[in-house]
């Protein structure tokens, strides 16, 4: 009988102690204490001011946390072409590291019982009815034809990247870019007077790709379920995620438009002319974007710009099983269900998957080495950051820059190999 009841005490002890862990805030640590050698995040330093040096980057700010405990957190080089230095609280442009949250948000209205992954997103964008696909286009004026798709696109094939639908300017196919751009669709960010729901429907009148849930195409579709959170929450897309997703979590530096009290602080986004570092153009959208024009364009897909520390916030989050700072945003299980493999082997062959907001490393992506366990779940964005979370070793890695064009980095592979060989507990 004491063997028992002593059992069940050190059981309760564990149970608590794991809750305790996964309710986790953010706050600094000693590296040793959370099982992380000092002179190997040291090395992670060395390597990053080392690429600076070498006019591989302009600068990075990077974040390690372990066990919900921050254990590296620094800025180097340049915040812009005139030599300002960066500072680990800058702002970056985030691009698509924008899509986790947005997905986060529609699975936080399912949990509500808005609607099933499922359904049809012509039940609440009726202009999506009747999908068509791409049969012939005429190269001489952009026009094309098409023959219907049979198959509705669901949310879960907008969450997934499996609908069919293009990403316009930077689609890898040529026709897409042609017919996106006759057609007036913004595909990315933007100084104009637009909003979601006008670009939104204009391209649902578009041809697919292929068939809905055949493929992995990156797409838009995550602007298209900006617009449909604002269908079912009644609310502003923008006001959605400052009320229920960065407001919660204490996301005080993650906005589409930045204030005017923090615009000082957005990092340049910059390109390579020789062996210089320069102020990267206006092309086919304005990177001043985040601080200038109507700022109506509310991008699920890629308009965010946030910090290192808040988005760690964020995948925290996430390694709490849905939970931060005593706020809960989704359930264990939603959470389970967002890691899970929702694209079978359309995406990233045997050693990544797809889930519902992130790719998602395997088993064999384990084996090979350098990406973490089994489970860690990651992206990027179009400016060049880099992020991921591993949920075995409750380890998240931040690097961000703001690069465009091509650069001779390779401080994302190197800073994550280097960051899982930090840990020697």
Known sequence: MYSRISLLVILFICLGLNAQKKNSVLTEAPPESVGISSERLEKIGNMLQTSVENGEIPGAVALIAKDGKIVFHKAFGDASADGEDLEKNDIFRIASQSKAITATAVMMLWEEGKFRLDDPISNYIPEFKDPQLLASFNEADSTFKTIPADKEITIRHLLTHTSGIGYGAID???RFKKIYAKAGITDLFTTKNVTIEESVKKLAKLPLHHKPGKKF?????????????????GKDFDEFLQERIFEPLDMDDTYFYL????????VQVQHKEGDKWKAFPVTFYDP???????????????GLSSTAMD??????????GGTYNGNRLLSPLTVKMVLSNHTEDLFGGPENFYGLAFG?????????????SEGTFDWGGYFNTQYFADPVTDVIGILLKQTRGPVNDETGWKFRQMVFASMIE
């Open 172 to 174: 890898g196919d040529e």
């Open 217 to 233: 195409t990156y797409s838009e579709g995550l602007d298209v379920l900006g617009y449909f959170i604002e269908i079912v929450s």
């Open 259 to 266: 204030p005017a009290s923090k615009t000082e602080r957005l």
């Open 288 to 302: 001043q974007y985040p601080v200038k024009g109507a700022k109506t364009f509310f991008s699920g897909g890629a």
């Open 311 to 320: 988005y760690a916030k964020f995948l925290q989050m996430y390694l709490n």
């Open 360 to 372: 998602i490393v395997s088993r064999q992506g384990e084996e090979k080495g350098g990406q973490g």
